[in-house]
Protein backbone atom coordinates (compact mmCIF):
# COMPACT_ATOMS: atom_id res chain seq x y z
CA UNK A 1 0.00 0.00 0.00
CA UNK A 2 1.76 3.62 -1.10
CA UNK A 3 1.62 6.32 1.57
CA UNK A 4 -0.90 8.17 -0.46
CA UNK A 5 -3.57 5.18 0.44
CA UNK A 6 -2.53 4.85 3.94
CA UNK A 7 -2.86 8.69 4.30
CA UNK A 8 -6.25 8.66 3.11
CA UNK A 9 -7.32 5.40 4.91
CA UNK A 10 -6.50 7.06 8.29
CA UNK A 11 -8.20 10.04 7.52
CA UNK A 12 -11.56 8.49 6.40
CA UNK A 13 -14.52 7.55 8.79
CA UNK A 14 -16.56 4.25 9.04
CA UNK A 15 -19.18 5.48 6.37
CA UNK A 16 -16.20 6.43 3.63
CA UNK A 17 -14.56 3.25 4.28
CA UNK A 18 -18.37 1.19 3.67
CA UNK A 19 -19.18 3.72 0.43
CA UNK A 20 -15.71 2.76 -0.97
CA UNK A 21 -16.36 -1.19 0.15
CA UNK A 22 -19.81 -1.13 -1.00
CA UNK A 23 -19.16 0.62 -4.45
CA UNK A 24 -17.57 -3.00 -5.18
CA UNK A 25 -20.88 -4.77 -5.62
CA UNK A 26 -23.03 -4.67 -8.25
CA UNK A 27 -26.17 -1.95 -8.45
CA UNK A 28 -28.22 -5.18 -9.13
CA UNK A 29 -26.37 -7.67 -5.91
CA UNK A 30 -26.49 -4.33 -3.33
CA UNK A 31 -29.81 -4.37 -2.21
CA UNK A 32 -30.44 -8.09 -1.56
CA UNK A 33 -27.31 -7.55 0.64
CA UNK A 34 -28.65 -4.52 2.29
CA UNK A 35 -31.70 -6.32 2.92
CA UNK A 36 -29.81 -9.28 4.03
CA UNK A 37 -27.97 -7.31 6.52
CA UNK A 38 -31.11 -5.69 7.87
CA UNK A 39 -32.43 -9.27 8.05
CA UNK A 40 -29.83 -9.59 10.85
CA UNK A 41 -29.85 -6.36 12.23
CA UNK A 42 -33.55 -7.76 13.31
CA UNK A 43 -32.82 -10.17 15.02
CA UNK A 44 -32.39 -13.18 12.19
CA UNK A 45 -29.24 -14.53 10.63
CA UNK A 46 -26.49 -12.00 9.09
CA UNK A 47 -25.85 -12.25 4.92
CA UNK A 48 -22.23 -14.84 5.05
CA UNK A 49 -18.98 -14.05 4.29
CA UNK A 50 -18.48 -17.04 1.97
CA UNK A 51 -20.75 -15.59 -0.11
CA UNK A 52 -18.78 -12.22 -1.05
CA UNK A 53 -15.73 -13.68 -0.28
CA UNK A 54 -14.64 -13.07 -4.10
CA UNK A 55 -15.40 -9.23 -3.43
CA UNK A 56 -14.17 -8.25 -0.03
CA UNK A 57 -11.31 -9.72 2.53
CA UNK A 58 -12.49 -10.67 5.93
CA UNK A 59 -10.82 -7.41 7.63
CA UNK A 60 -12.92 -5.42 4.66
CA UNK A 61 -15.91 -7.74 4.87
CA UNK A 62 -16.04 -7.11 9.38
CA UNK A 63 -15.82 -3.01 8.34
CA UNK A 64 -18.48 -3.04 6.03
CA UNK A 65 -20.41 -5.33 8.79
CA UNK A 66 -19.80 -2.39 11.38
CA UNK A 67 -20.01 0.67 9.13
CA UNK A 68 -23.52 -0.53 7.58
CA UNK A 69 -24.41 -1.16 11.72
CA UNK A 70 -23.61 2.55 12.24
CA UNK A 71 -25.40 3.83 9.03
CA UNK A 72 -28.37 2.37 10.05
CA UNK A 73 -28.59 2.93 13.59
CA UNK A 74 -27.95 6.90 12.87
CA UNK A 75 -30.30 6.82 9.89
CA UNK A 76 -33.06 5.18 11.76
CA UNK A 77 -32.16 6.28 15.43
CA UNK A 78 -31.87 9.89 14.76
CA UNK A 79 -34.87 9.93 12.15
CA UNK A 80 -32.52 11.76 9.97
CA UNK A 81 -34.05 13.07 6.42
CA UNK A 82 -33.36 11.52 3.22
CA UNK A 83 -30.66 14.69 2.80
CA UNK A 84 -28.79 13.62 6.09
CA UNK A 85 -28.86 9.88 5.12
CA UNK A 86 -26.95 11.20 1.66
CA UNK A 87 -25.04 13.73 3.69
CA UNK A 88 -23.82 10.31 5.25
CA UNK A 89 -23.22 8.72 2.40
CA UNK A 90 -20.91 10.90 1.12
CA UNK A 91 -19.74 10.31 -2.88
CA UNK A 92 -21.39 7.21 -2.98
CA UNK A 93 -22.73 6.21 -6.85
CA UNK A 94 -26.33 7.15 -6.94
CA UNK A 95 -27.49 3.24 -7.50
CA UNK A 96 -26.08 2.43 -3.89
CA UNK A 97 -27.04 5.37 -2.37
CA UNK A 98 -30.10 5.04 -3.53
CA UNK A 99 -30.83 1.00 -2.98
CA UNK A 100 -29.42 2.43 0.62
CA UNK A 101 -32.33 4.98 1.08
CA UNK A 102 -34.48 2.60 -0.45
CA UNK A 103 -33.66 -0.01 2.67
CA UNK A 104 -33.67 2.62 5.30
CA UNK A 105 -37.96 3.74 3.69
CA UNK A 106 -38.79 -0.09 3.56
CA UNK A 107 -37.56 -1.16 6.67
CA UNK A 108 -37.31 1.89 8.92
CA UNK A 109 -39.68 0.41 11.48
CA UNK A 110 -38.20 -2.79 11.77
CA UNK A 111 -35.00 -1.38 12.32
CA UNK A 112 -36.24 0.76 15.07
CA UNK A 113 -37.90 -2.12 16.90
CA UNK A 114 -35.04 -3.66 16.81
CA UNK A 115 -32.79 -1.04 18.65
CA UNK A 116 -35.47 -0.25 20.94
CA UNK A 117 -34.92 -4.09 21.80
CA UNK A 118 -31.67 -4.08 22.16
CA UNK A 119 -31.57 -0.95 23.97
CA UNK A 120 -34.27 -2.95 26.51
CA UNK A 121 -32.61 -6.09 26.10
CA UNK A 122 -29.39 -4.52 28.15
CA UNK A 123 -31.34 -4.66 31.15
CA UNK A 124 -34.47 -6.79 32.63
CA UNK A 125 -34.48 -4.73 35.97
CA UNK A 126 -37.02 -0.98 35.82
CA UNK A 127 -36.99 1.35 38.26
CA UNK A 128 -40.45 1.41 39.29
CA UNK A 129 -40.14 4.13 42.65
CA UNK A 130 -37.51 5.67 44.69
CA UNK A 131 -37.46 7.02 47.92
CA UNK A 132 -34.83 9.27 49.99
CA UNK A 133 -33.76 10.42 53.69
CA UNK A 134 -30.93 11.89 54.93
CA UNK A 135 -29.62 10.88 58.48
CA UNK A 136 -26.70 12.28 60.61
CA UNK A 137 -24.91 9.69 61.93
CA UNK A 138 -23.35 10.85 65.15
CA UNK A 139 -21.04 8.39 66.84
CA UNK A 140 -20.34 4.89 65.74
CA UNK A 141 -19.22 1.81 67.79
CA UNK A 142 -15.77 3.00 67.44
CA UNK A 143 -15.85 6.37 67.38
CA UNK A 144 -17.56 8.77 69.87
CA UNK A 145 -18.18 11.91 68.07
CA UNK A 146 -19.04 10.99 64.07
CA UNK A 147 -21.02 13.51 62.58
CA UNK A 148 -21.03 12.04 59.07
CA UNK A 149 -24.42 12.82 56.94
CA UNK A 150 -25.41 9.53 55.24
CA UNK A 151 -28.17 9.15 52.59
CA UNK A 152 -30.64 6.12 52.29
CA UNK A 153 -32.04 5.46 48.68
CA UNK A 154 -34.68 2.82 48.69
CA UNK A 155 -35.27 1.20 45.23
CA UNK A 156 -37.90 -0.27 44.56
CA UNK A 157 -37.40 -2.39 41.21
CA UNK A 158 -39.51 -4.58 39.07
CA UNK A 159 -37.41 -7.74 37.70
CA UNK A 160 -39.03 -9.89 35.17
CA UNK A 161 -42.65 -9.16 36.40
CA UNK A 162 -41.39 -9.57 40.11
CA UNK A 163 -41.26 -6.27 42.55
CA UNK A 164 -38.19 -6.01 44.73
CA UNK A 165 -37.10 -3.33 47.48
CA UNK A 166 -32.76 -2.42 47.21
CA UNK A 167 -32.08 0.04 50.26
CA UNK A 168 -28.21 1.51 49.82
CA UNK A 169 -26.76 3.35 52.49
CA UNK A 170 -24.21 6.22 51.13
CA UNK A 171 -21.90 8.58 52.51
CA UNK A 172 -21.12 12.28 50.90
CA UNK A 173 -18.22 10.75 48.55
CA UNK A 174 -20.56 7.87 47.30
CA UNK A 175 -23.27 10.71 47.12
CA UNK A 176 -21.03 12.41 44.71
CA UNK A 177 -19.76 9.42 42.74
CA UNK A 178 -23.45 8.12 42.32
CA UNK A 179 -24.83 11.63 41.07
CA UNK A 180 -21.48 12.29 39.09
CA UNK A 181 -22.35 8.67 36.99
CA UNK A 182 -26.07 10.00 36.76
CA UNK A 183 -25.17 13.05 34.85
CA UNK A 184 -22.52 11.25 32.68
CA UNK A 185 -26.00 8.86 31.76
CA UNK A 186 -28.03 12.06 31.31
CA UNK A 187 -25.15 13.45 28.77
CA UNK A 188 -25.44 10.13 26.73
CA UNK A 189 -28.85 10.21 26.51
CA UNK A 190 -29.46 13.70 25.14
CA UNK A 191 -26.57 13.09 23.02
CA UNK A 192 -28.89 9.73 21.48
CA UNK A 193 -32.19 12.11 21.15
Known amino acids: MTSASA ?15 LERLSPTECPKLLHRFVDGLCG ?24 LAQLFRVAVG ?30 REEIRQALVDRTNGISSTQLQDFNWQIKLALSSDKLSSLNTPLLNLSLDLKENGIQRA ?23 VLQLK
Do not use: F
Request: aromatic fraction near 4%.
Open 44 to 67: RSYPKRVEYSEVWSLIEWGELMSS
Open 7 to 21: DTTEESGPEDIMIKL
Open 166 to 188: VNIEMNKEELHTLISALEAANKV
Open 78 to 107: RMSSDQEVQELLGDLGSAHADAILQCVHAR
